[in-house]
């Protein structure tokens, strides 16, 4: 059993930066490979980013590559989403999940995904 907590969400402007943290409990988080997802109102949740199980391999979304990076510590049981050059299209409610059977090579589809966090809140105003 894993549980997900995010945190680090709020209100930024256009080209600002927010850094978004996902704390995991119990024993065998490094055992499941970790991604972030985040949905927009009225819009199906998508795939931000995904990160391997040992940190050693990482996948964006086109639309963030280059402005978002995904880091986790597995002593810390923690995931890091660092987003930089922050757009209102980024605004949304951000997810970070857990898969056990998923690699990050083929990370992006939710319903392979067996542990989410509540989500916290980005706003990006323009």
């Known amino acids: 059993q894993v549980q997900l907590v995010e945190s680090g969400g709020g209100l930024v402007q256009h080209g600002g930066s927010l850094r978004l943290s996902c704390a995991a409990s119990?024993?065998?988080?490094?055992?499941?490979?970790m991604s972030w997802f985040r949905q927009a109102p009225g819009k199906e949740r998508e795939f931000v980013g995904g990160?391997?199980?040992?940190?050693?391999?990482?996948n964006y979304a086109d639309s963030v590559k280059g402005r978002f990076t995904i880091s986790r510590d597995n002593a810390m049981k923690a995931v890091d989403l660092q987003m930089n050059n922050l757009k209102p299209d980024d605004t949304a409610v951000y997810y970070c999940a857990a898969s056990r059977l998923l690699t990050v090579a083929a990370p992006s589809n939710p319903l392979a995904y067996d542990y989410w966090g509540q989500g916290t809140q980005v706003t990006v105003s323009s």
């Open positions: 119990g024993r065998t988080f490094s055992t499941y490979t």
């Open positions: 990160i391997s199980k040992n940190g050693g391999g990482t």
